[in-house]
């Protein structure tokens, strides 16, 4: 797994599934990205001037992410992103 450094957390957004009348799923076909996301990993909580500062999210979170924040990653056949962690938005509970 991925380790990320600083105030960086790796998530996976959860997919963006299109359900026809006839219950197939359609995967992919939708052309915006997620936003919503599952945390994977957490990093230390040290932010760019060596501060520590507290993480707000843990591993298994379900998360709301900035569309366009973060930084595309292909790790063991997986599609993840690399988000500081002032690019989530929310939590959800």
């Known amino acids: 797994m991925l ?3 600083g105030d960086r957390v790796v998530v996976k957004r959860v997919g963006n599934e ?4 006839s219950g197939i799923i359609l995967a992919g076909k939708s052309e915006e990205k997620s936003q919503m ?3 994977l990993k957490v990093g230390p909580g040290i932010d760019s001037e060596g501060k520590k500062v507290e993480m707000q999210v843990k591993e298994g979170d379900t998360i ?3 569309q366009y924040a973060g ?3 292909k790790y063991e ?3 993840l992103v690399i988000v500081k962690q002032s690019d ?5 509970e």
């Open 71 to 73: 930084t595309e990653v």
């Open 64 to 66: 709301v992410i900035n």
């Open 3 to 5: 380790k990320p450094l």
């Open 18 to 21: 299109e359900t026809t009348k």
């Open 37 to 39: 996301a599952t945390v």
């Open 88 to 92: 989530i938005l929310a939590v959800v």
């Open 77 to 79: 056949g997986e599609d």
